[in-house]
């Protein structure tokens, strides 16, 4: 599959590479090293930060699911060289640096969208060290491990009660006929 969506995906780069209005550093960069000009960007134009997420969901997801099957593949670098141990290393002291930063983050919109790509490259050190046999893949069968699968559901409420009381609390009070 990732395979056959590999010419969506450079169709996808291209398409939003050769945006006039993008504000994406990735594609600045491009623009400013290529020596891309695709025109001067609209005035006025706000950003859309939903689908900017999203597409970047779409995206991290899809390089790092393939970075994924080229350490494991034994066409690619095989989950169990060295090589592939120091890259795994890499992805860790990345996702460190990452989930530190995002520490720093305020406010919902922008933690998420930092969480998004953080979580990304954590986890794929958390398959390789499954792969190597540190611990069991509680994820691929949750029903034999009923206590780790409530716990993360347990969080996973908790987390989004947390959300939830996090709008509320930033959301402007309407004075009510009592007090006004």
Known sequence: MI???????????????????????????????????????????????????????V?????????????????????????????????????????FKLMSIRGLGATFRYAIPAGNIMWLPIEAFARWGLYPEVWVKPVEYPVTMSTVFILYLVGCYAMYMTDRKSAPQAATPATA
């Not at 594609?27 to 609209?42: E, G, I, S």
């Open 59 to 99: 995206f991290l997801i899809w390089a790092i699911y393939l970075f994924a099957i080229f350490f494991n593949d034994p066409r690619g670098i095989k989950y169990d060289s060295i090589t592939a141990m120091i890259l795994t290393l890499v992805f860790v002291i990345w996702g460190c640096y990452l989930i």
């Open 3 to 57: 395979q056959a969506t590999t010419l969506l995906v450079v169709a996808m780069l291209i398409f939003f590479g050769a945006n006039k209005d993008t504000r994406c550093r990735m594609f600045l960069w491009f623009h400013r090293n290529l020596k891309l000009k695709p025109d001067t960007m609209t005035p006025g134009y706000k950003r859309q930060y939903a689908r900017i997420a999203a597409l970047e969901t």
